[in-house]
């Protein structure tokens, strides 16, 4: 079976063929992903608007390039699949007109698909794919949250951010200390070359005694001590300011997630998102679970940010299990807001 995901939840736009057999494990055939952040950057964050109107621009050609790199025809995809939420609702619903309309004309069904099930799934695409029971650890630009995982659909919240997501509090202490955007990844880089310790920026909700997560006050520290530092900071200062910062959010996520691990008793880690390929988490989550005894998990790199073949994945893998709601084409809605417990 054959199925094409696409993703358009915000500023990527992915599209990708996934298949597969009876239960065996779902294949990556191809795919094709194209970014936005050199059109955004000018404006220092996503414009809603021109997303939508890019994503309109590069859907159709990004079809025939994965079909034309998979050596398949349109005729041979079995279900079309497009991300349905959360995300921004013009942006969402370039994806989902996109598959209705291939649905149609090729008498096939569709399956919308919740964007952060793709990032829980992405790590079965993997050298090294997990196996049920897990902790998840799901933490983006938009979304930090900690979820029991016991299989396909089978979803508990255990904690999650009650104000800035990890990955928006990387991007915001950016802009803070003059970097471009997106500044999450340009943060990790300049900050190998800062002292981890140089400023004490808090860790909230360390010692809550839950699982939830909280960045707003961080962000306003980081804040504070750059107006202490004044107008010009040298490169050795906001080095300092971004591996201080870098260390905060780290060691937040990692305590967090050690504990999830021993309040459910559970052996394994499934780490996913954009924020999940920032270096220094992973270098920490790896020497924490190894004091656990724990296994951690990891999607390749190419497949922590936004793309299709996790929205194909996710759809091939609710198809296994049983729990798809796959539907001939026709009235259709998104969900920009769409808990992923709500998922059967």
Sequence with gaps: MLVLGIESSCDETGVALVGFEGQQAPRLLAQGLHTQIDMHKAYGGVVPELASRD????VVPLVRQVMDDACCALQDVDVVAYTAGPGLAG???????????L??????????VH????????PFLSADPPSYPFVALLVSGGHTQLMRVDGVGRYELLGESIDDA???AFDKCAKLIGLDYPGGAALSRLAQQGRPDAYAFPRPLLHSGDLDFSFAGLKTSVATQV?????????????????????????????????????????????AGGVGANAALRDQLNAACARLRARVHYPELHLCTDN???????????????HADAAPAGAFEVR?????????
């Design 103 to 112: 649905a149609v004309a090729l008498g096939k069904p569709v399956l919308p």
């Design 55 to 58: 994503h309109i621009r590069r």
């Design 308 to 322: 299709g073949a996790m929205i194909a994945l996710a759809a091939a893998m609710r198809l296994q299990a049983g």
């Design 166 to 168: 990890a990955g928006e």
């Design 227 to 271: 107006r202490k530092l004044g107008d010009a900071l040298s490169d050795a200062q906001r080095a300092d300011v971004a591996a201080s910062t870098q260390a905060a959010i780290v060691e937040v996520l990692v305590r967090k997630s050690m504990s999830a691990l021993r309040q459910t008793g559970l052996q394994r880690l499934v780490v």
């Design 91 to 101: 942006a969402l619903l370039v994806g989902a007109g996109m598959a209705q309309a």
């Design 115 to 122: 964007h952060l099930e793709g990032h829980l799934l992405s």
């Design 336 to 344: 920009p807001r769409w808990p992923l417990v709500a998922q059967v």
